[in-house]
């Protein structure tokens, strides 16, 4: 019996922990370095800001892959009310996102760690942005976009 407690305890002790516990980003493999944005710093000494760092990713692999590929290595997020009514971009193509939470948050709002599956990839210069206008440029690729405020505080 004390040796089932000694094999246990550190297994329920790691379950238990492990959740808040960041997840390191892994680049899907085969992924494209496309994009990297990072805005200027704002204001000085302690009260110094900075904007979330913003890094592109892109594969010609399925949407489903891409998904399937972080669902092993992170926690997926699903937006309160996203999916109900597919968006349809004025091409006809629907857009498909997912997203997945790299450190312990509960809620995208609240984490310095996501990542965001998008196919296809509307590259509008400003990852912050709106994408609903007529200028984004769509491309049939599926985009692993990351957001890290980790460093930015």
């Keep these: 019996m004390k040796k089932a407690i000694w094999i246990l305890t550190p297994a329920l002790v790691f379950a238990i922990v492990s959740p ?7 680049v899907y493999p085969g992924a494209k370095l496309e994009a990297v944005y990072e805005a200027k710093q704002s204001g000085t000494g302690p009260t110094a800001t900075r904007s979330p ?3 592109v990713f892109t594969t010609n692999d399925l949407f489903e892959n891409v998904v399937a590929f972080y669902r092993g290595i992170a926690r997926e997020y699903r937006v309160p009310g996203m999916g109900r009514n597919p968006v349809k971009l004025p091409s006809g193509q629907e857009l498909k996102e997912a997203y997945f939470i790299l450190d312990g948050a509960s809620d995208l ?3 310095e760690h996501w ?3 998008q196919r296809p990839y509307l590259d509008q210069g400003n990852p912050g942005g709106p994408f609903y206008g007529k200028n984004e440029k769509a491309r049939d ?3 692993i976009i990351e957001e890290d405020k980790r460093t930015y505080h």
């Excluded at 808040?20 to 892994?26: A, D, I, R």
């Design 109 to 111: 709002s609240t984490s």
């Design 115 to 117: 990542i965001k599956i």
């Design 141 to 143: 690729v599926t985009a």
């Design 20 to 26: 808040g516990f960041s997840t390191s980003f892994k």
């Design 53 to 55: 760092k913003v890094i």
